[in-house]
């Protein structure tokens, strides 16, 4: 691997301005400071970190590292654990590919690698409605180009060569027009370059676009009580949120669904998008007997109250299929298909091979479906056809991935009912076009001081965490090979599967000196 060379040109300029507009003729309120605008414009960088480079060291050509994709107790089947101590037991492990160090599995980084940077920009007005009561609106802006990112820079070609042609497309239709190898010998891998096995890379593929208006309220009545209130609305939209996969949540997989179309086909909402944010809070101190005089002084005073408010939309996720490859070395990255976009969330319609083969669900006669609705909890599904299934399931699995992933031949395409219907083994459900549970919080507080002596303070607490004890679900499980137990329908879509949040109660005394 090349030396990855130091990125030394982050020039990061700044610039910003502040007016305090004095025009007379729209009244005092544009007068004496009462009125400020204020604009800028600035340039960061988020420099590489040490895991991106660490995680090369654990794979070739440092590490032999490889997956077992094998039927349990079928011919040419190892037992675990099984570890190969000679060349020639490297040479039959499976996916070292005869044990040529070049074909192992790995990962490793662009070594044009640069750090990120991001255009910011803002421009606002604030303005003092009544004495110690100021409100700011502002809109914020920020553009970020080369984002880490991960793509397979080999990708298997074979299977979606295969694919191509089975549908009278051609075998360039679903890889670029790139005619990769086709495993007719033994030398050859079916990847785009023969030559290397999978290579996973870092690169500076992603970009970003953030747009919010952010509005805050300050208030102060009089010495005792202040308040706070914030709203923001905006819209990030990115190609990859995140360089790596957190198997949840809007960066479910880090790859794009497609090899050869990492940027525009993975283009919406960012993992981070919250399109609506609210945010409140007070701190009170209670005005009686504040000086804490003789017994009932100490008693009823020196006692304060604040809370918190929080609330906000749903956060986006995509729906993703843990099986879903175009690479059997590939933890899954292809997508399901769309069906009726007015169907509940939570209902997925599975092919009968799927469904028996991936899911155990018996009984559902070739060239129909089964559609799970996991709101309906204790239910096996509903057996029905082709166009049945586009009506009443939200969500078609896409089967073309269990080719790849299981080591099955294009002789299987035929028994693919998804694939088959929507011609293609790419689904067309956009990256995080689902939308999680909202959120809504209040949280509360209740202290006592008492004055001891002049040195002395005796602190009480009670707070009160989700006082109104609202279940916060957020993002459901997004997998959707969880539609199905082998028994009943599961977690796939159904925020009850969450723990959600609970109240919490806390009390605490502090002794200060």
Not at 143 to 152: A, E, P
Not at 175 to 185: D, L, P, V
Not at 285 to 307: I, K, S, T, Y
Not at 369 to 383: D, P
């Amino acid at each position: 691997m090349n030396e990855i060379q130091a990125d030394k040109n982050n020039f990061a300029p700044r610039v910003g301005f502040a007016w305090q507009p004095n025009l007379g003729l729209l009244g005092n309120r544009f007068r004496e400071g009462r009125t400020v605008i204020r604009g800028g414009f600035g340039i960061a960088y988020d420099p590489l970190f040490f895991n991106i480079v660490s995680n090369t060291i654990t794979n070739a050509p440092f590490v032999a590292r490889g997956s077992f994709i094998q039927t349990p107790g079928a011919a040419g089947s190892v037992t675990f654990p099984f570890l190969p101590t000679t060349v020639a037991e490297l040479a039959t492990t499976p996916s070292t590919a005869g044990g040529d160090p070049r074909l192992f599995s790995r990962v490793d980084v662009d070594p044009n690698l640069y750090n990120p940077y991001s255009m910011q920009w803002n421009f606002g007005a604030q303005q003092e409605l009544f004495r110690n009561g100021v409100l700011e609106v502002r809109y914020v802006g920020t553009r970020v180009v080369g984002q880490f990112q991960s793509i397979n820079a080999n990708p298997r070609t074979d299977f979606l060569n295969a694919a191509g042609e089975y549908l009278g497309l051609g075998a360039g239709a679903f890889t670029g027009g790139a005619i990769g190898q086709t495993r007719a010998s033994t030398n050859a891998n079916g990847r785009l370059d023969p030559n290397f096995g999978l290579i996973q890379r870092r690169i500076n593929g992603a970009s970003s676009t953030y747009h919010g208006m952010q509005v805050r309220f300050d208030t102060r009545l009089r010495r005792n009580f202040t308040a706070n209130v914030n709203y923001t609305l905006s819209r990030a939209i990115d190609n990859a949120s995140e360089v790596f996969s957190t198997l949840a949540g809007g960066q479910t997989v880090a790859i794009s669904q497609n090899p050869f179309d990492a940027n525009r086909g993975e283009r919406g909402l960012s993992a981070f998008n919250q399109t609506h944010t609210f945010s409140s809070n007070f701190v009170m101190e209670l005005p009686w007997m504040r000086d804490q005089r003789g017994f009932v002084g100490h008693a009823l005073g020196g006692w304060q109250m604040n809370g918190i408010v929080l609330a906000g939309s749903g956060r986006p996720y995509t729906a993703a299929e843990f099986f879903g490859r175009y690479d059997p070395l590939f933890t899954g990255s292809l997508r399901p298909f769309n069906g009726n976009p007015n169907a509940p969330e939570g209902t997925i319609a599975f092919g009968s091979f799927a469904a028996e083969n991936l899911l155990g669900r018996t009984g559902v006669p070739a060239g129909q479906f089964v559609v799970f609705n996991t709101r309906q909890t204790g239910t096996q599904g509903q057996v029905v056809t082709a166009q049945e299934a586009l009506q009443s399931a939200r969500l078609v699995y896409n089967d073309f991935g269990l080719v790849p992933a299981f080591g099955l031949t294009a002789a299987s395409f035929p028994d693919l009912e998804a694939f088959n219907l929507f011609r293609t083994p790419f689904g067309d459900v956009g990256r995080n076009t689902f939308l999680g549970e909202p959120q809504f919080t209040v949280n509360f507080g209740l202290f006592k001081t008492t004055n001891i002596s002049e040195a002395v303070r005796l602190e009480f607490r009670a707070e009160a965490f989700n006082l109104l004890n609202h279940r916060n679900f957020g993002v459901p499980d997004p997998v959707t090979e969880d539609a199905f137990t082998g028994f009943n329908v599961g977690s796939f879509q159904n925020p009850g599967y969450n723990e959600g949040d609970r109240r919490q109660l806390r009390f605490g005394l502090r002794l200060l000196f």
